[in-house]
């Protein structure tokens, strides 16, 4: 069915989570209103599975929190038309189309070019997945490429299947760089940080294999300068790098740590002057200050629940187009955390919000209209 011309926008604001639900994986919808707060909408059928509170691998405590262990498990095209999710449980993702009223509408859903599917970036009509594979059926690490038509029907790319830099590396974050020409991928298990090349026929050539500085890179991050932030679960810091053509990285900051423990998701402040870090198991989120060289300083935290409730364990985050809110999950709970981003970078928690009675584990993959 047509739905929108390429000119297409949503003329609303709106936040979506995923439940990654092992029975029936859904997209959780919340309407965003002027003053960043959040009212639940509708839950929507990905037409996959998750995998609940099974983790993707061995290599992370099986707490029933982050079992994907990644960052981008659900993600917005830069436009905001497209919403893709993985679906970990049934190896595949879905691709939806976002209507003028806000309300995700599934479009497709293909098998993810390999097994355990955890993060997905898409830029123009490109995307790619990163697959956590699985030892014991000798399934490898892998991403693999699909092209994204204006209906937001997804077609695999042959050839564009390609392993990262050992057979199970645990990729945990798939993302192309602000020009499109790579796609680096965070390897939580390798300590690598693997550049690929993309070619115009949307394959990709590599990887150039980069050391991670710190340990359990995870999350990561690109300013528009190009200089790039990754998290570090295990060294529970985050580094930052300078980016060469040829796909090899330079430390600017190594490791700087926070106090607090893994330290796992990463997005900055639209102004790029200050990065927000969720603590998962801390239950805290640090705010970085980021210099114009790309050097970084800790500048403050705060819990992602209020003070003498049930504490939220912040995972997947995402910050308004205006600038103003900051949104991160509790991955115990299924809720989402609201903040009001100041000036100075520090953040003040304004809402709570639910879409069920029940808290819940195994949540992944937030996204913000």
């Known amino acids: 069915m047509q739905i929108m011309n390429k000119n297409y926008r949503a003329s609303v604001s709106m936040v979506y989570i995923m439940t990654n639900n092992e029975v029936m994986n859904q997209i959780i919808a919340f309407y965003r209103d002027m003053n960043g707060m959040l009212t639940f909408v509708g839950s929507y059928p990905t037409h996959g599975r998750g995998t609940g509170i099974k983790e993707v691998s061995t290599a992370t405590a099986n707490d029933g929190v982050d079992p994907l262990t990644s960052q981008g498990a659900l993600t917005l095209s830069r436009d905001g038309r497209f919403l893709l999710a993985v679906n970990a449980g049934s190896h595949s993702i879905s691709s939806f189309i976002i209507t003028e009223s806000g309300i995700p509408v599934l479009m497709d859903v293909k098998p993810s070019g390999g097994a355990q599917p955890n993060s997905v970036d898409v830029l123009g009509t490109l995307v790619y997945v990163s697959n956590v594979g699985n030892t014991a059926n000798n399934f490898s690490s892998n ?7 204006d209906n937001g029907h997804i077609t695999p790319i042959p050839g564009s299947t390609h392993s990262l830099s050992t057979f199970n590396a645990q990729p945990a974050q798939v993302l192309f760089t602000p020009d499109g020409s790579k796609i680096l991928v965070s390897e939580l298990t390798s ?9 115009k026929d949307g394959t990709v050539t590599g990887p150039t294999v980069n050391d991670s500085y710190g340990q359990g890179p995870l999350g990561a991050y690109f300013l528009s300068s190009g200089i790039l932030l990754v998290t570090e679960a295990n060294s529970n ?3 930052s790098y300078s980016f060469s053509n040829d796909g090899t990285l330079h430390v600017i900051s190594g490791s700087v740590p926070n106090g607090y423990k893994t330290a796992c998701w990463v997005i900055t402040t639209r102004d790029e002057r200050f990065a927000f870090i969720t603590n998962t198991l801390s239950g805290t989120i640090s705010t970085y200050r980021i210099d114009p060289n790309g050097a970084l300083s800790v500048v403050r935290h705060i819990t992602s629940t209020p003070p003498g409730t049930a504490p939220g364990l912040p995972m997947d985050v995402g910050v308004s187009k205006d600038g103003r809110h900051f949104y991160t999950l509790n991955g115990n709970q299924g809720t ?16 709570i919000a639910a879409w069920t009675n029940f808290p819940y584990y195994g949540s992944q993959g937030l996204a913000v209209l």
Not at 191 to 199: E, I, R
Request: hydrophobic share 45%; no cysteine; glycine share 6%.
């Open 191 to 199: 300590n690598h940080l693997s550049v690929f090349s993309v070619n």
């Open 237 to 239: 810091a985050l580094s």
């Open 143 to 149: 991403i693999s490429g699909f092209h994204i038509d």
């Open 336 to 351: 989402v955390s609201v903040f009001n981003i100041q000036k100075d970078g520090s953040l003040a928690r304004l809402q």
